[in-house]
């Protein structure tokens, strides 16, 4: 398996409380991405990296925001969580030579009460 | 804008049958990826095709395009019981950089 982990795996949280979720690489690989899975949708794209501090917007970004000042560490954040947040969350690293083979992390499932 | 649709949603089979599942298109693409997701992972990549292929293969897998139809098919022959799992297409290019169907739910009966 490619060296992705995601914390915390699980999550229980209230509405309007701010969460953050962090993919970690030990692949040094170049891109990362942030997806939620909801049934019925798929996996539709948040937010990605292209680099240490350069972050791009995907499907799904309104109520997101990203940062990754290492190469190693992704965090995705809800400011102010809502129940339509409620999902599970994966990560995804790639190294954006030719085709992008994605690698997924176990995934983060989160509950927003 | 770019869609992947899948079919059928779900597919049931016994062991030792082949599988069937389709990923259909809106807008051109540079390439196309399979993936597998068992029950509560990730997902597993599979095969890639590129948009100036028509077949490739991998082991069990056989993956088809067809880009005058906007579709790919992913065959999986000899199906065993380990193959349950929902599949998924990714599809790359043009102005929406990554597009997943919404999957086809494998279930092969021992």
């Known amino acids: 398996d490619a060296g992705i982990t995601q914390s915390p795996r699980h999550k229980v949280t209230e509405t309007g409380t701010p969460v953050t979720l962090r993919c970690h690489q030990t692949e040094n690989h170049r891109y990362m991405y942030w997806y939620r899975q909801d049934p019925g949708h798929g996996l539709r794209l948040i937010h990605y990296s292209y680099g240490v501090k350069d972050t791009d917007k995907g499907e799904v970004s309104d109520g997101y925001s990203v940062s990754r000042s290492k190469t190693e560490d992704f965090l995705l954040t809800l400011e102010s969580a809502t129940s339509s947040q409620t999902s599970v969350y994966f990560c995804?690293?790639?190294?954006?030579?030719?085709?992008?083979?994605?690698?997924f992390g176990p995934g983060t499932r989160l509950t927003v009460l | 804008s770019q869609q992947g649709e899948e079919d059928p949603q779900a597919l049931s089979i016994q062991e030792g049958e082949n599988a069937t599942m389709n990923c259909s298109y809106k807008?051109?693409?540079?390439?196309l990826q399979w993936y597998r997701q068992n029950s509560g992972r990730g997902l597993v990549h599979l095969i890639l095709?590129?948009?100036?292929?028509r077949e490739k293969h991998s082991g069990r897998l056989r993956v088809t395009l067809d880009t005058s139809k906007k579709s790919s098919s992913l065959l999986i022959t000899a199906s065993r019981a380990a193959d349950t799992a929902s599949y998924f297409c990714?599809?790359?290019?043009?102005?929406?950089?990554?597009?997943f169907g919404k999957g086809t739910k494998l279930t092969v009966n021992p």
């Open positions: 095709i590129r948009s100036n292929e």
């Open positions: 807008t051109s693409i540079n390439n």
């Open positions: 990714l599809l790359q290019g043009g102005s929406e950089k990554l597009v």
């Open positions: 995804a690293i790639s190294d954006g030579r030719g085709p992008d083979t994605q690698y």
